[in-house]
């Protein structure tokens, strides 16, 4: 006898898609720097990994400085997923990162991050970037 996931698991109790992440900023889009690195799937950043890998804070030069270290984390992600592939290892592929600090006289701060395909809200191929608080 075959049950249905719902005969076996009960009604749905909620969803929260990967939509409605990006809209409350728990995800953020990065598809169209990403596809400037050649990465063809819809790409996002998770909260804590754009927290501490992406994050400016000053407000004033945030978009400027956000924009070069997104594109600097993607350029890592992208390198993991051709290492991961030429390896033949599948599943999350972690790699360390470290921003350019905010401050002349800040520290380097090691950041490790990972970068996953998984489904996106209608089953297709995504790629996830985060950090180990936000798994």
């Not at 719902?6 to 409350?24: C, H, V």
């Not at 890998?53 to 400085?65: D, K």
């Not at 030429?86 to 990162?97: C, D, S, Y």
């Amino acid at each position: 006898m075959t049950e249905s996931l719902t005969d076996f698991f009960g009604p749905l109790i909620a969803s929260y898609s990967r939509a409605q992440a990006i809209e409350d900023g728990v995800l953020h889009d990065v598809t169209d720097a990403a596809r400037e690195h050649g990465i063809l799937l819809p790409t996002a950043i998770a909260a804590h990994a754009w927290a501490a890998a992406v994050a400016w804070p000053n407000p004033h030069t945030a978009s400027e400085y956000e924009a070069s270290r997104a594109w600097s984390v993607l350029v890592y992600a992208s390198n993991a997923l051709r290492r991961a592939k030429r390896l033949g290892r599948e599943g999350m592929q972690e790699f360390t990162f470290v921003p350019a600090p905010d401050l002349d006289d800040a520290e380097d701060i090691e950041v490790t991050l990972g970068v996953e395909v998984g489904p996106g809200d209608a089953g297709e191929p995504v790629l996830t970037i985060t950090a180990v608080a936000d798994r």
